[in-house]
């Protein structure tokens, strides 16, 4: 009923930026919170950053500083921002919504991305 289909990781030095987009589709009547979530190896998926629908913003500690992120509710989209990128940061990225569904009541239901990988390396 509903994809998340992120892009824009890769292979970057350490210090620099990439940005992260994800993009929801289906039949979605409303988008509550979105998130990135990050699973480095042999780690447990943590949080990164998330945004309401009216904007309210809450960061990793240790990516506060460095890290944005943003939406566009008109395009269901989601956006991560990275600057001064560490080798820390390295990991799989995955996107995060609770969307409304089309017939399916007011409720949100919790939807990933297939995870996009960030590799901070020199």
């Known amino acids: 009923q509903v994809q998340l289909v992120e892009s824009g990781g890769g292979l970057v030095q350490p210090g620099g930026s990439l940005r992260l987009s994800c993009a929801a589709s289906?039949?979605?009547?409303?988008?509550?919170?979105m998130g990135w979530y990050r699973q480095a190896p042999g780690k447990q998926r943590e949080l990164v950053a998330a945004i309401t629908s009216g904007g309210t913003t809450n960061y990793a500690d240790s990516v506060k500083g460095r890290f944005t992120i943003s939406r566009d509710n008109a395009k269901n989209t989601v956006y991560l921002q990275m600057n001064n990128l560490k080798p820390e940061d390295t990991a799989v990225y995955y996107c995060?919504?609770?969307?409304?569904?089309?017939?399916?009541?007011?409720?949100?239901?919790?939807?990933w991305g297939q995870g996009t990988q960030v590799t901070v390396s020199s």
């Open positions: 289906g039949s979605i009547v409303s988008i509550n919170a």
């Open positions: 995060n919504a609770d969307v409304v569904i089309l017939g399916w009541g007011k409720a949100g239901y919790d939807y």
